[in-house]
């Protein structure tokens, strides 16, 4: 079945750069999706990108994607102690549904 | 964007008692899901609200446990019934705005079962 899949934690100094990364196994998503959780708040939408775009970036954020290895990357440049939340990615399922499959989810957590 | 808001936000509840929880959005959204997310798990997808008729359910879920109402389009109740210990997760409304189509999560309902 479909699977998508995070590592749980990363860890990074103040204004150094954050990469999470995430793989997929449905090649037929349309979508693929960055969210932010912190803690006792729902999830914000970060980014998306386009399954036919390889790269996407919006402000300090930049997505990578390879769409041949089903690997999708979130670099957040010059991390803030704000940063520090769940990042999950997302794929849009088959058919390009609202159905969306989720990762695991990694805990990003920021030190000053 | 939408404005996603969930009543309650937590709640303690006893085994075997049941949880309504609603789903309440600021503008006109076309579809609305409900997810679950346990504790330290991703987000599993419950079902898909339809308006004015009955909610379609994944795998794994089903009406008796899980029944859901969307009586107008901005607007959804999901109830956990004859809880036990395993449904303390956190429940989240989403919706898809019409205008961008972009989803959006409510902050979600803390619900632990003792």
Redesign the interface.
């Known amino acids: 079945g479909e699977d ?1 899949e995070q590592s749980l934690f990363l860890s990074v100094r103040e204004g150094d750069s954050s990469v999470i990364n995430c793989t997929y196994t449905d090649s037929s998503s349309t979508y693929l999706y960055w ?1 932010k959780q912190e803690p ?6 970060l980014t ?1 990108i386009f399954s036919n775009m390889d790269m996407k970036q919006d402000q300090r954020l930049t997505v990578l994607l390879n769409k041949k290895d089903k690997h999708l990357s979130l670099r957040i440049a010059d991390t803030q102690t704000g940063d520090s939340a769940i990042y ?1 990615c997302a794929e849009s399922g088959t058919s390009g549904t ?3 499959i ?4 990694t805990r990003l957590k920021v030190l000053a | 964007s939408a404005v996603i808001s969930q009543k309650p936000s937590r709640d303690i509840c006893q085994r075997g008692t049941s949880l309504t929880i609603q789903c309440q959005v600021d503008s006109q959204v076309t579809m609305m899901f409900w997810y679950r997310q346990q504790p330290g798990q991703s987000l599993t997808l419950i079902a898909t609200a339809n308006q004015g008729s009955e909610a379609t359910y994944e795998s794994g879920f089903v009406i008796d446990k899980f029944p859901i109402s969307r009586p107008n389009l901005t607007f959804s109740t999901l109830t956990v019934s004859n809880m036990s210990p395993e449904d303390s997760s956190i429940y989240l409304c989403s919706v898809v705005a019409k205008l961008s189509y972009e989803q959006y999560f409510g902050p979600g309902t803390r619900l632990t079962v003792t």
């Open positions: 998508v969210y006792g708040a729902g999830l914000q939408l998306y999950f609202y159905k969306y989720f990762g695991t989810g």
